[in-house]
Structure formats: C-alpha cells, structure tokens
T-cell receptor
Framework: EPEVTQTPSHQVTQMGQEVILRCVPI?????FYWYRQILGQKVEFLVS????????KSEIFDDQFSVERPDGSNFTLKIRSTKLEDSAMYFC???FGGGNYEQYFGPGTRLTVT | GQSLEQPSEVTAVEGAIVQINCTYQ??????LSWYQQHDGGAPTFLSY????GLEETGRFSSFLSRSDSYGYLLLQELQMKDSASYFC??????????FGGGTRVLVKP
C-alpha cells in the first residue's frame, strides 16, 4: 500500500539554524499539507499546497516558514531561523483531491531545537 | 469558526464497547471524520460521515446527526491495540483538517 514518507525521523538543531524537513507524498496525490504537534498538544494545521503554490496557511505559518516542491516527488518544509518553540513533531500529509476528508499522514519528523 | 467537544479520556477493559461522543459547531459543515493516533504516531483516518446515520467499518462504527451537530465513534470488542487518542474532525470548506484535543482511550486487560 502506498504511503507518505518523511526524513529525517528526528532532527536536532540549534536555535537560529535553518532546517529542511522532507516528505515524499503518495505518488498520484496532488494536494500536500504540513501539520505540527507540540508534545502533549493537538495537531495543528500549518499549510496546504496545490499546483505549486500555497492554497491555505495558518497563523503559525509566518515568514520563517516556507514550502517547496522541488521536483516531482519531494515536498519540503523549511524553517529559516528556528526557535525553541518550533520543537514539535511535524507531519506531512497528502490527498488526491482537494477538500478531501481522508488525508494520508507520514510518520513525522521530530524536531528538537536546543 | 469551529468549536469541538469530546471527553478527554475513557478507560475500558478488553472486549468492552466504548462510545466517544463529539459535539461540534462548524461553519459550512460538510461531514465528520474520525482519526486515530497512537502515542508517538501519526493520525490515521478511520471513517467519515457525510450523511446522518451509522457507518460500520469492522469493529468501529461512526454515527452522525447533522441536526444535533453530534456524532460518535463506537469501538467494539476492544483490544489492547485500540489504546490511542481518537479525534473527531469536522469537515468544512477548504483543505485543512482542524483537530481538537481528542479522546484518549486506555484499554486495560
């Protein structure tokens, strides 16, 4: 069964450094998402992406964040200058159609900012 | 806007039946999804109700009453592996999923 993959599984970085989290969505999916979950808290939507542009973003997704689909398979989330409060699990998800209630989540990247 | 209400935690024994209730207030409501998340894991889609009534998928069933803004997830023949958090996720216009705090289900032997 096709699945969303994410790398790395765990990333440790120092405050102020840039990080890039990588995702490979399911191959025929067209809509891509990033969510984050701070430890012990709820899953929060960050951004959705379709047709090489952001379709929706949350208040969390400020200028420090950017997303890119650099090729036909990868979908990345970049945090330019990490803060301690960016420490969280970051989940990538994908769907074939827009507005789809069934989103397929990757296993997540645990980001630890020290 | 959106508001969601689910119990924070439910404990039951193996083999039991658990019902997780969800009340919501969602502008432009389309339907209600349910997701499961094990500790340290990713959310996994369980079911979706667009219409009123009961949807059954194996041991899990989900119900929706649009007029009452209410739904529930029924977990039958509980197994230890069902220990997880369960989220009702109302679907509105747009692509994003908006998760609430969820219900933590603890299954005891």
């Amino acid at each position: 069964e096709p699945e969303v993959t994410q790398t790395p599984s765990h990333q440790v970085t120092q405050m102020g450094q840039e990080v890039i989290l990588r995702c490979v969505p399911i191959s025929n999916h067209l809509y891509f998402y990033w969510y984050r979950q701070i430890l012990g808290q709820k899953v929060e939507f960050l951004v959705s992406f379709y047709n090489n542009e952001i379709s929706e973003k949350s208040e969390i997704f400020d200028d420090q964040f950017s997303v890119e689909r650099p090729d036909g398979s990868n979908f990345t989330l970049k945090i330019r200058s990490t803060k301690l409060e960016d420490s969280a699990m970051y989940f990538c998800a994908s769907t074939f159609g827009g507005g789809n209630y069934e989103q397929y989540f990757g296993p997540g990247t645990r980001l630890t900012v020290t | 806007g959106q508001s969601l209400e689910q119990p924070s935690e439910v404990t039951a024994v193996e083999g039991a039946i658990v019902q997780i209730n969800c009340t919501y207030q969602t502008s432009g409501f389309y339907g209600l999804s349910w997701y499961q998340q094990h500790d340290g894991g990713a959310p996994t889609f369980l079911s979706y109700n667009a219409l009123d009534g009961l949807e059954e998928t194996g041991r899990f069933s989900s119900f929706l009453s649009r007029s009452d803004s209410y739904g529930y997830l029924l977990l039958q023949e509980l197994q230890m592996k069902d220990s997880a958090s369960y989220f009702c996720v109302p679907k509105a216009a747009g692509n994003k999923l908006t998760f609430g705090g969820g219900t933590r289900v603890l299954v005891k032997p």
